[in-house]
């Protein structure tokens, strides 16, 4: 029987990506073949795999769901991707799909590994819901209630998303802290008040810490009030930092909290799935004001032209104008790309789309092609 030939990313040494070809078999009973018609490509966590900085440590640990390869290279890696299933699963044909998939122009999967999108949620929009997901996990480790004073330290795409669930509680003051001006009007956008590292309000009830800097993790500190919990959602790979627990931390009785999407909350653990929580995340992306941060798509051709600047783009610095002042980076894919293979073709070969985390401190980038939720999952992204 002949099969489908696809393309995907891959990360093949520091520095380098490739879109490589590989053979897609058709669809098994409970399988569903994907044609992907968007992506998102995590910024923070994706760059440390690109520069090849993924600890050994974390091998085990850092793979995405469908992951292709091994780290430190070469990897298939990724974990947004929207498409429409064509063939495979009767009752889940044709229907736009969320699945945790490197980027991929076409693939084959576990029906049980998709989630239909929801009707009133745009495709486009859809491939922020790992982000979501994540920041679903981190208000329930955070625990803050209606009334409180919260700070996000971080104006990525994950702190926005923290802020935007923070912001629908009653009566809640919700301030996204951050060193980049431009980041107020994302804020805004998002319902949540905005402050540099300077006039930020102190003596928070909770506070969320997403940049992924030291300097960060010490305002973070410096906001949150007496006995408040720190939710620390930024993972630094390799990298060593210096956290200031002198002076008053201990008299202050601070909580610094590990948040990690990888496992479900212990406070929704006994009772939520992944896959219940993944649903909810998408469930949650119903706003229109999401679409404040997603940037244009790129072409998914023209990702390995462009991925360096994407990771390598200073946070603070102005968006680039691929960014267009928003936190995600789209790519997108023709039809025409996937033709049939002969059966007799040799052994699949991997290809790329891509997934987000957030290009200042955690922006997604979006992919758009046209043509299972396992267990474990990488570092907040």
Known sequence: MAKMQGKALWYVGPGRVELQEEAIAAPEPGQVQVRALFGAISRGTERLVHAGRVPESEYDRMRAPFM?????FPVKYGYATVGRVEAGAAELRQRIVFSLHPHQSLFTLSAQAVLPVPEDVPPPRAVLAANMETA?????????????RIAVVGGGLVGLLVAYLCARLPGAEVT???IAATRAKLAHAVGARF??????????????HASGTAGGLATA??????????VELSWYGSGDV????????????????????????PSHRSRWTHQRRLAAALALLNEPALDALLAPAMAFEELPAKLPAVFGSDSNARPRRCMVRRLSFAWHFSPTNSTPMASSSTSPVPTTCSRKRSPRSTIATSTSCRSSRAPTRPPNS
Request: a negative charge; glycine letters at 12%; hydrophobic letters at 45%.
């Open 68 to 72: 292709g390869g091994t780290f430190p």
């Open 136 to 148: 679903l996990n981190a208000v329930w480790d955070g625990a803050p209630g209606p009334a409180d």
């Open 176 to 178: 996204v802290v951050d």
């Open 195 to 208: 402050a540099a590292p300077d006039g930020a309000p102190r003596d928070c009830d909770v506070v969320f």
């Open 221 to 230: 500190l410096r906001l949150a009030g007496e006995e408040a919990p720190i």
């Open 242 to 265: 210096a956290a200031p627990l002198g002076e008053a931390f201990h008299s202050r009785r601070l909580r610094l909290i590990s948040s990690q999407v990888g496992t479900v909350a």
